[in-house]
């Protein structure tokens, strides 16, 4: 799969172009879902031809064409579980394809470059109209960039790919209303990657906006007094935060959007739902307009047993979210007992499922702080861990031991010395490197002291949303233990996790490492340029100083840097070019251990999948990672339930 996936890579903006052509096959005879016919027939809509674009996106189906009707039932565990609704929507201008090889134009008609790849050009899809019935136009990019992007209030430091190689922002600029160019002074080979990736995920902002709507929220455009006033209102400090809620479709069902479904309510209500959007630019081969499915529904559950439970039960209607892999026994019992679901597995590229990510700039501790940036302080750690206990006690026997680098059949697999490296249970080899490091001392109760006579005290902070990490991190914290650094698990919501890796509070944390098949484009977790939002919590402090120009945070060390070099040449070089990259890239991240990993290659990270047996369209495989927006990669457009 991903040999053709490199392959894609270099010729992504030829395949964009085809795919859009293929709009012109449509009937010129479009069918609505019978839910809007009533407003249509009373004039609150206009009818369905009015509501399309000249080209719609035309959606392949799975099975068969569908029918429609029907509410999705879902979970989520509350507003920090956003991300929830963005892999369902996934409302990009370009989306990955259902196998990860390809991106392909969604909101967007296609794209192409010049020969250099300095230069991209975006079409847009003529007649394409937000959810309110506003056209969407060109305006709607320019408006991202010149008042989003290059608004210092709101975009602090330039994203990576928006770079030219002096730092400077890329030129954006209107061709016309339904043509947008992009202008480089270098080459960039993965622009269309990027460009899948700038959907609004982890609460950023998305490359288009509705303008129309957003600029009686900015200073632009409207007086001071005004804002001011807004701001007031909602109990908001700065005109930031106001324009940021408003912006964001999860949190404002006002926000008008371009994705298949419109939020109603919120993702801090109980209940988060989503309904059709009649301007959806989507039909399937027979000129049926997209959605099939009228609502999505997301029901909030406490804590992830309540979800599982409900799972168990046949609650839902398509979820993998959540889905706890230990779960996958009685799952599969209850699909023969009851027959309400089947279970499918989706496997993933590689990483690692439950990775120990080390703060190499923790400072609260001093003494600590200094330990996790030694890298053979974090070898010695690496030894410490017995993975074939995490193995069978938590992963079901399935899966390798290994660090967070990709699957052995991807190209950019670094080699099994890289993979397996620091893997081997070695207690006597961690306890002599840890003596090494002048940890001799020792209190009582066996911990190893530190050079101030404290005890070395680690913690470990566990958010328990895709799997069974409370369990690998008690695991984990026993094995520390045993070699003289006493572990403490500290179980906490997502929120409260993800503010205290921003503010640089974490010492270690456990997540899954599920960016390896694509290390140099959206969030990927390799590059401190990215948010520690989007990355794990190996030195939010590199972050503070590379968005800074150095006037805050720490300096990166060299192995750091290296990596951001190969990223920056990975962006500028062709498939071959990109493999060598990111070869020595993870042959980096594994020598070093900014994050230790534990077991991979199974399933555990939203892998088990539950889907109700009247829904179809739904593939049996597909590719599996985050910057798909799994499941929104498989054109969650095209499911629907069989009557």
């Not at 031809?49 to 996106?57: D, G, H, T, Y």
């Not at 088990?608 to 990669?633: A, E, Y």
Request: net charge neutral; glycine share 6%.
């Amino acid at each position: 799969m991903f040999t053709r996936f490199a392959a894609a890579l270099a010729a992504c903006c030829f395949l964009a172009l085809a795919q859009a052509g293929s709009a012109t096959a449509q009937s010129s005879r479009y069918h609505e879902a019978p839910a809007l016919a009533d407003q249509v027939k009373a004039g609150k809509l206009p009818p369905v031809e009015q509501r399309l674009p000249e080209q719609p996106l035309v959606v392949p189906v799975i099975e068969k064409v569908g029918e429609y009707g029907g509410v999705w039932r879902r979970a989520f565990l509350g507003p920090a579980d956003a991300n929830n609704y963005v892999r369902v929507v996934y409302d990009g201008l370009f989306r990955f394809s259902p196998s990860g090889a390809a991106i392909e134009p969604k909101i967007a008609l296609g794209a192409k470059s010049s020969p250099d790849y300095k230069v991209w050009t975006i079409l847009l899809r003529k007649g394409a109209r937000w959810s309110d019935g506003t056209p969407f136009t060109a305006d709607d990019i320019l408006f991202w960039y010149k008042d989003i992007l290059l608004n210092k209030d709101l975009m602090p430091s330039l994203p990576t790919w928006m770079r030219n190689s002096d730092g400077s922002a890329a030129k954006v600029e209107k061709v016309d209303d339904y043509t947008v160019q992009f202008t480089y002074d270098r080459p960039s080979t993965m622009f269309l990657s990027e460009v899948a990736n700038q959907d609004g995920a982890d609460q950023s902002y998305a490359m288009f906006q509705p303008a129309h709507y957003l600029k009686q929220f900015h200073p632009s455009y409207t007086s001071k007094e005004d804002i001011d006033r807004m701001v007031k209102a909602a109990s908001f400090r700065t005109w930031t935060e106001l324009f940021a809620s408003k912006a964001t479709p999860f949190m404002n069902p006002e926000r008008p959007t371009m994705a298949a479904w419109m939020s109603v309510t919120r993702v801090s209500d109980p209940v988060f739902t989503l309904k059709r959007n009649p301007y959806y630019i989507g039909v399937d081969k027979d000129g049926n307009q997209l959605p099939y499915i009228d609502e999505v529904r997301f029901t909030y559950f406490a804590d992830q047993q309540a979800l599982n439970l409900a799972a168990i039960a046949g609650d839902f209607d398509m979820q993998a979210r959540h889905i706890l892999m230990t779960n996958y026994p009685v799952l599969k019992d209850q699909e023969k007992q009851t027959g309400k679901y089947h279970v499918m597995i989706w496997p993933t590229f590689g990483g690692s499922d439950a990775v120990i990510a080390i703060n190499t700039t923790y400072t609260a501790d001093p003494e600590i702080g200094k330990l996790l940036a030694t890298k053979d302080f974090r070898i010695a750690l690496s030894y410490a861990i017995n993975r074939d206990e995490i193995k069978e006690s938590v992963f079901l026997g399935l899966g390798e031991a290994r660090q967070a680098v990709p699957a052995p059949s991807h190209p950019y697999y670094p080699g099994k010395e890289w993979a397996d490296k620091y893997t081997e249970y070695n207690p006597d080899l961690a306890n002599k490197m840890l003596d090494t490091l002048g940890l001799t001392k020792r209190d009582p109760q066996g911990t190893r002291l530190m050079e101030n006579g404290k005890p070395a005290t680690i913690e470990i902070s566990v958010v328990p949303a895709f799997g069974a990490w409370p369990d690998v991190a008690q695991l984990v914290a026993r094995n520390w233990g045993a070699v003289g650094i006493k572990t403490v698990v500290q179980i906490r919501e997502r929120a409260l996790h993800q503010n205290m890796r921003l503010a640089n509070q974490l010492m270690t944390e456990i997540w899954n490492e599920d960016t390896t098949a694509y290390p140099f484009t959206g969030g990927a977790k390799f590059d401190p340029r990215n948010s520690p939002l989007q990355t794990l919590t190996m030195g939010p402090l590199y972050y503070r100083w590379l968005s800074s120009n150095g006037k805050e945070g720490v300096e990166p060390p060299e192995p750091l840097k290296r990596i951001m070099q190969l990223i920056d040449t990975a962006r500028s070089v062709g498939p071959d070019g990109q493999v060598k990259a990111a070869q020595e890239l993870f042959r980096i991240w594994a020598d070093n251990l900014y994050e230790i990993g534990t077991v991979g290659l199974t399933p555990m990270v939203q892998g088990v999948v539950v889907v109700n047996s009247k829904m179809h369209n739904v593939p049996t495989t597909i590719g599996n990672d985050w910057p798909l927006r799994t499941p929104g990669n498989a054109r969650t457009e095209q499911f629907f339930f069989a009557k």
